[in-house]
């Protein structure tokens, strides 16, 4: 088994060879033409962007953003993450369709043993988020996640395990509130309603 075999398959790994520090290094450098495109440039930003994850997305995603190989990520069509996002990819990262992230979210997939003896060691679980999530400001999402779709992360959680579709969940450790329902069809925030009529003045002035 390669190490990088060991890495896909989460075993203990080391990440000094088979072209791992290059990767990393190439990295850095499709991150910082990313991170330096202008604001005026939306062709120049997503062929960056493409670059930069090894493959074309259809997601926009606001600079700086921060990766350890790019190639890991996949982020479906129609997604939205939000300035300062920080991806810790040795292992996979996928995204779903219509996913919109705050700013200075974290997703980490990789660990380290907790025996100190052992911490030169990593390990990689992998992170999926489900189709239509809404990921708050500041939230960290830790190895080994999956996020169901629809579901909503409250700003600042800290998510260390399975988070079920259709729910609102937050905390530190972040768990369910409850689940998404009727009521939320009423009121978009607190006692602010939804209305046809209130869409439709938006509609018209877009």
Known sequence: MTMRE???????????CEGLPEDRVNCKKRMAVFNASGPDDTAGRMA???????KKTMAWVEPPFYCCYGYNITIGEGSYLNFNCNFVDDGKIEIGRKV???PGVTIATVGHPICPDMREYMYTDPVKIGDNCWIGAGVTICP???IGENTVIG????VTKEIPANCVAAGNPCRVIRKIDENDRKF???????????????????
């Not at 060991?6 to 203990?12: E, H, Q, S, T, V």
């Not at 960056?48 to 090894?54: F, M, P, V, Y």
């Not at 700003?155 to 800290?158: K, L, T, Y």
Request: hydrophobic residues 35%.
């Open 48 to 54: 960056a962007l493409g670059e930069l994850l090894g």
């Open 155 to 158: 700003a600042g959680s800290v």
């Open 188 to 206: 978009y925030y607190k006692e602010r309603e939804i209305t046809e009529e209130d869409l439709e003045e938006e509609k018209n002035l877009r």
């Open 100 to 102: 919109m992230f705050g």
């Open 144 to 146: 080994g996640v999956t």
């Open 6 to 16: 060991r890495i896909a398959n989460g075993k203990l790994f080391t990440d000094y």
